[in-house]
């Protein structure tokens, strides 16, 4: 079944204590990109990857890393977390479809940083 | 800068009635527009796409969306809802090989 993973899909931590979001497809798409979603906000890119290594920023990425080391995976770090990076995390994956992306979305992930 | 609006947070109508969702886009280009489904609790699901071509798609779920340039437009129809279409609807937008930009949503809810 083609499909976009998340893990932990709930996760409640402290301020500063390291964690990585993980997310993986299996559709072999090129294009994969992270969003928060807060009330209010809609969804808010936090970054983007077009392809292996390549990584660029999105709207807000302060306090956040990615990495995209291979094709199916793009972990989400927030090295120190913060309350204000409480949220609702989307994971999402694309093919390159003539120019546009047209975007398969994970379960979400909710963050509580206390 | 690039953006997506949707005008309407919050919108309520009867089981059967028309529906539309209104989107404006702010692009230098034709960017390429699409809209969403959020039910609750779950992630989001497309519901149609606009690259070029026609300018009225047809989706899932009985949705179609008219892209009108002279109004910067990408408005959601629906003929007749179904309490099952009570969700939040996002309406996207991007030049291409760049940023995806979203709209706050359109909540709605579908009344007997």
């Known amino acids: 079944e083609a499909q976009v993973t998340q893990n932990p899909r709930y996760l409640i931590t402290v301020t500063g204590k390291k964690l990585t979001v993980t997310c993986s497809q299996n559709?072999?798409?090129?294009?994969m990109s992270w969003y928060r979603q807060d009330p209010g906000l809609g969804l808010r890119q936090i970054y983007y990857?077009?392809?292996?290594?390549?990584?660029d920023k999105g709207d807000v990425p302060e306090g956040y890393k990615v990495s995209r080391k291979e094709k199916r995976n793009f972990p989400l770090i927030l090295e120190s977390p913060s309350p204000n990076q409480t949220s609702l995390y989307f994971c999402?994956?694309?093919?390159?479809?003539?120019?546009?992306?047209?975007?398969?979305f994970g379960p979400g992930t909710r963050l509580t940083v206390t | 800068a690039q953006s997506v609006t949707q005008p309407d947070i919050h919108i309520t109508v009867s089981e059967g009635a028309s529906l539309e969702l209104r989107c404006n886009y702010s692009?230098?280009?034709?960017?390429?527009l699409f809209w969403y489904v959020q039910s609750p609790g779950q992630g989001l699901q497309l519901l149609l796409k606009?690259?070029?071509?026609?300018?009225l798609v047809q989706g899932i779920k009985g949705f179609e969306a008219e892209f009108k340039r002279s109004q910067s437009s990408f408005n959601l129809r629906k003929p007749s809802v179904h309490w099952s279409d009570a969700a939040e609807y996002f309406c996207?937008?991007?030049?291409?090989?760049?940023?995806?930009?979203f709209g706050i949503g359109t909540k709605l809810q579908v009344i007997p």
């Open positions: 606009y690259f070029s071509g026609d300018t």
């Open positions: 999402a994956s694309s093919s390159f479809l003539r120019g546009a992306y047209e975007q398969y």
């Open positions: 990857s077009m392809n292996v290594e390549v990584t």
């Open positions: 692009y230098g280009a034709t960017p390429y």
């Open positions: 559709m072999n798409h090129e294009y």
């Open positions: 996207s937008g991007s030049g291409g090989y760049q940023k995806v930009t």
